[in-house]
């Protein structure tokens, strides 16, 4: 698996994103799948990296891509006036097919919007969704979106309900998956309007829809998809992020440190955020990510590659695009036409 | 001080409110401040209670209230169809002046219809907010709104940022409150549209504005007060009520059922959250409190009373809207009709 990684980007500099493929390398992903990473970055300053960190200049290719998207940039900016940046290379050798794969840890923004203009939206899906995995007791649940789109319309929401069932379906294997929506009460009433018009959407949709969820359940069992804007996810998100460090803070005199459950708090352990929509595989990790979180990346894209998602996703929007606007073509509130 | 209290609508039941009360009476503040609670409910069955549970029923008032709003119905319907029930009795005994604060572990909802019915809105405010005190390691923060109006123009989230900027100084003490917008991202091009309108809005105005926040920053110090639309300040109230048990889940051989930090994450011990931007003083406690919360909540709304919030919000809100007005009196986003 050829994976693209973005070199900048990352707030903690390039030697942690290099740090991270050398880990990948050596992980056991490599031993299952052969690993070829390429690193789009400053290409002297990464060769010299690599050697320092006692790396193998041979093993890794580097694309020369001198120019950087920084994370306060405004993404339409940047594309328009980075043609040589990291992140517009990486998603032109996806879309040429040079690359299978890219992870990035820079500009969700740009990455996104790179992604929309080159690799371009899968068949039936109108924007796209960044998906993230969530700890629970058992197994794992998925939220999305947690910040491509951040404020969609219903009809965009349903398309993202669709997308994590078949998601969750082929990546974690759960038959039938349990859809909620996150909202801010458990009744068919309860929510801003966008949420009403939702709930209604998923209701005449085939998908297993379980109802409103709150807050609460973020980590909870009840939902295996969690559907929500990009904003509140994205709020979610970060919050949740915060909790190792928020014990620490609260609780001294505990020693947590060394205890492994922690981990289920990291997302970072999971392999970032899958956008989901665009013809492409593409993975987004934390801005503060570090090199094991950078790894993580890599080998989650090379599952993802593995998953051929991108049928499935197609598939399931369709199928559930059909079924809801058969059950009324005409009036389905605001998002009506997007569908 | 006269505080009625709503024994309708809490989960567990009515003796769980009578406990409260009995806490109450029995607690700190009483001593201080002469306490007469005022119970709506069904009184034979009240009066029952209080004799079970050990209280004189000479010294807790009760006013038969014996229509129910149930936490599941449409809060809009529950108001015209039973107005023997206690939330709008409560209400309506507030707006007369008969008691001093109402708390209500009820219908959020319906509390929130009740109180701009009866007591109507402030003037200058437009929509009424429902703020809730934020545990963090100096001090408290407050965010508001967390799901009075989960659907706000930029023009009312304005005046959200000024109403718990009044909060915050008068009850927390805190000169020139830090005012933060919770987003996706710091920048003030992040967000959805609303927020970019609201960041416009709040960089024009009088109030200290330190810019975006994000959910990272919740539980922070970089913010005293932290505006959000209902939506999103109800979601991640609720999802961060969650962390304590999420700590016992997860993180299992350390016992921290006795560790007081702990407390810092529920919000129960802080006494509920406030409605501002009503004529009247009215605390909305939990649907799942403990009679310990519902005592705290009575406590809160006794200080409350004692903090004279209303001209404090009036002159806040005022003196807000009128520096962004006279800095651009027409073209202010699509909220401008409601500064």
Redesign the interface.
């Known amino acids: 698996v050829r994976v693209a990684v973005d070199a900048a980007g990352l707030e903690p500099g390039h030697r942690v994103v290099v740090e991270g493929v050398l880990k990948a390398l050596d992980g056991t992903v490599a031993s299952k799948i052969p690993l070829n990473p390429v690193i789009y970055g400053p290409a002297e300053i990464l060769r010299n990296e690599i050697e320092e960190l006692g790396g193998s200049v041979d093993s890794i290719e580097i694309v020369d891509s001198p120019e950087v998207v920084e994370m ?1 940039e ?1 993404p339409r900016e940047a594309l328009l006036t980075k043609p040589n940046s990291s992140i517009v290379r990486a998603v032109r050798d996806l879309a040429a097919g040079v690359v299978d794969a890219f992870v990035s840890m820079g500009n969700t923004g740009a990455v996104v919007g790179a992604s929309r203009a080159y690799l371009g939206k899968i068949r039936w899906i109108n924007r796209p969704a960044l998906g993230t995995p969530l ?1 629970r ?1 058992n197994g794992m649940g998925f939220m999305l979106d947690v ?1 491509a789109t ?2 969609p319309k219903s009809g965009h929401m349903l398309q993202f309900a669709a997308m994590g069932a078949a998601f969750v379906e082929r990546v974690y294997g759960i038959e039938n998956p349990k859809v909620g929506l ?6 068919s ?1 309860k ?3 966008r ?1 009403k018009d939702v709930y209604k959407l998923l209701s005449r949709s085939p998908l297993n829809f379980i109802g409103n969820i ?3 359940d ?3 069992e009840k939902a295996d998809v969690i559907v929500s ?4 996810g ?10 190792p460090s ?2 620490d ?6 020693d ?1 440190s060394g ?1 492994g ?2 981990k ?2 990291d997302y970072s352990s999971y392999g970032g955020a899958t956008l989901l929509g665009v013809n492409g595989n593409v993975v987004i990790g934390h801005g503060r990510s570090s090199s094991s979180a950078v790894a993580r990346a890599i080998e989650w894209s090379c599952k993802i590659v593995s998953g051929n998602l991108e049928n499935a996703l197609r598939e399931k929007v369709f199928k559930t695009r059909r079924a809801v606007l058969l059950t009324n073509p005409f009036v389905i509130g605001d998002g009506s036409d997007d569908i």
Chains 1, 2 share one sequence.
Request: proline letters at 4%; a negative charge.
């Open positions: 306060h405004s700890p007791k910040g951040p404020d996150m909202n801010i009460g458990t009744e009433n929510g801003d309007e949420s709150e807050g609460s973020l980590f909870g804007s990009g904003f509140v994205n709020v979610l998100l970060k919050f949740s992020e915060t909790i928020m014990i803070q609260f609780i001294t005199g505990n947590l205890n459950r922690l289920k708090f």
